[in-house]
């Protein structure tokens, strides 16, 4: 079973900027590295269908926003670290929610929550105005 874990999230006043991580746990990817798997940002407000946020293809050269986010979210891979961040600018009290990272390795177009294989558990974003 792959976990993935996220962090950086937290409370910001509107207009502020906070930047997400996504790991995988160690020993969790069959000896796999997060590089192995296309990743996604995902969002979940209370009462809300999870919405799809932006995601990266393998070696990061392609990336894919939601309208709501473009020109304002920005996502990317840390070959080194092994990681996937999304930069988070410009912050509105519409993007309150808990934010989750996903990984797959399928092929084709991929954007919505059954796309994806692993999850993480999610951290909490609030924007206050």
């Known amino acids: 079973q792959v976990h993935l874990v996220e962090s950086g999230g937290g409370m910001v006043q509107a207009e502020g900027s906070l930047r997400l991580s996504c790991a995988a746990s160690?020993?969790?990817?069959?000896?796999?590295?997060?590089?192995?798997?296309?990743v996604g940002w995902f969002r979940q407000a209370p009462g809300k269908a999870r919405q799809f946020v932006a995601k990266?293809?393998?070696?990061?050269?392609?990336?894919d926003y939601a309208d709501s986010v473009k020109g304002r979210f920005t996502i990317s891979r840390d070959f080194i670290k092994n990681t996937v961040d999304l930069q988070m600018n410009s912050l509105r009290p519409e993007d309150t929610a808990v934010y989750f990272c996903?990984?797959?390795?399928?092929?084709?177009?991929?954007?919505?929550?059954?796309?994806?294989?692993?999850w993480g558990q999610g951290t909490q974003v609030t924007v206050s105005s």
């Open positions: 160690k020993g969790t990817l069959g000896g796999y590295t997060l590089g192995g798997y296309k």
């Open positions: 996903a990984a797959t390795r399928r092929d084709g177009d991929i954007s919505i929550p059954e796309d994806f294989d692993y």
């Open positions: 990266v293809s393998l070696t990061g050269a392609r990336r």
